[in-house]
């Protein structure tokens, strides 16, 4: 099992950056985790943003945010992070991270409690 916690959402203007993390406390290894971020606006679905694999050598981004986002992770901090540049108003949601065990797939069993991020233009 493992808790996730957000961090480093705020309000910014378009075309700024904001680096989000997410720490992880767990009993077994961070490593053996991928793990995924997603975010959900008012009045829409939530949507995957971007996704890392265990020693982070794999990531996927959803189109709408490749060559702005980037995720990384710190292993030995158990931390996952998500540098967003170039932000856009359209980027405005609540950010969470999802962590399952070995392969990043659709389904997350693990998830944070969110950070707000708010894009002003």
């Known amino acids: 099992q493992v808790q996730l916690v957000e961090s480093g959402g705020g309000l910014v203007q378009a075309g700024g950056s904001l680096r989000l993390s997410c720490a992880a406390s767990?009993?077994?290894?961070?490593?053996?985790?991928?793990v995924g971020w997603f975010r959900q606006a008012p009045g829409k679905e939530r949507e995957f943003v971007a996704a890392?694999?265990?020693?982070?050598?794999?990531?996927y981004y959803a189109d709408s945010v490749k060559g702005r986002f980037t995720i990384s992770r710190y292993n030995a901090k158990n931390t996952v992070y998500l540098q967003m540049d170039a932000l856009k108003p359209e980027d405005t949601a609540v950010y969470y991270c999802?962590?399952?065990?070995?392969?990043?797939?659709?389904?997350?069993?693990?998830w944070g409690q969110g950070t707000q991020v708010t894009v002003s233009s």
């Open positions: 999802a962590a399952r065990p070995w392969k990043v797939a659709d389904t997350y069993d693990y």
């Open positions: 767990t009993r077994t290894s961070f490593s053996i985790y991928a």
């Open positions: 890392i694999g265990l020693s982070g050598g794999i990531q």
